[in-house]
């Protein structure tokens, strides 16, 4: 079915999905853990805040290492249990001093936000997890979601916006997800020749063909693209 989203659409979409799996993603919780995530942590909410030291050293600190995680025996929620599946998601995945289930409801929130993406457009859902703004989807996906697998294994054949050089030119015909009007892209050959490139223009969907002779591929505005013979 063609997607009548545009890019900022599926910004929307992801901002509502958040908002919408907020509720179920909360009891999935207190099922599993039993504790508040607000409470434990940030993986949910984004980035931790980088402390004045460390923004402060300038480019030639030293990078800290990543901190030492729960050993596996030691992850279980405060109360109640986690499910086979659930434990497998948190190997080597939370930190030491971090609540496990906060962990394991980013990875739930992860599930639900592609659960609602795939009823409103599946070529959404999987651009998505393209352009990384439904991140960390592989292992949720592996573990939490399975029926999603076919998302995840999509979405690792396509391209977001950006310049690909080889080895990581796919060849093959591509079509782009909620492409903007000011879509542009261009597919070079050896000694920068160009092969293909165009610009949208009307924000309609385009479809591209990466010749076997591509050396690089870039696009801007065109938000992912898919490969054409594998639409869901």
């Known amino acids: 079915m063609r997607n009548p989203f545009l890019a900022g659409a599926a910004v929307v979409l992801l901002t ?4 919408a799996c907020g509720s179920s993603s909360d009891g999935d919780h207190r099922e599993a853990g039993g504790t508040n995530p607000s409470a434990a942590g940030s993986p949910a909410g984004g980035p931790a805040a980088v402390p004045d030291a460390a923004a402060s050293a300038g480019p030639s600190a030293k990078k800290t290492s990543e901190p030492p995680k729960l050993p596996t025996d030691e992850l279980t929620p405060a109360t109640g249990s ?15 001093g ?23 457009d599946k070529d959404t859902a999987v651009a998505a997890v ?11 996906v592996a573990h939490l979601c399975t029926e999603h697998r076919d998302l995840v294994a999509r979405a690792a054949l396509g ?3 950006g310049t690909y050089k080889n080895p990581k030119i796919r060849p093959g015909r591509y079509y782009a997800v909620t492409p903007t009007k000011s879509c542009t892209w261009q597919v070079t050959g050896a ?22 002779t591509a050396r690089a591929f870039t696009s801007t505005g065109c938000y992912a693209w898919l490969p054409e013979g594998d639409k869901g």
């Open 98 to 120: 971090m609540d496990p289930a906060a962990v394991l409801q980013t990875g739930q929130e992860t599930c639900d936000k592609l659960s609602y993406l795939v009823k409103v």
């Open 130 to 140: 393209v352009t990384g703004e439904v991140a960390g989807a592989k292992p949720a």
């Open 159 to 161: 391209y977001a916006d």
């Open 16 to 19: 509502a999905a958040l908002a």
């Open 82 to 96: 986690f499910t086979k599946k659930q434990k497998e998601y948190l190997v080597d995945r939370v930190p030491k």
């Open 191 to 212: 000694g920068g020749k160009n092969l293909a490139s165009g610009i949208s223009g009307t924000g309609k969907r385009v479809t591209i063909t990466v010749a076997k």
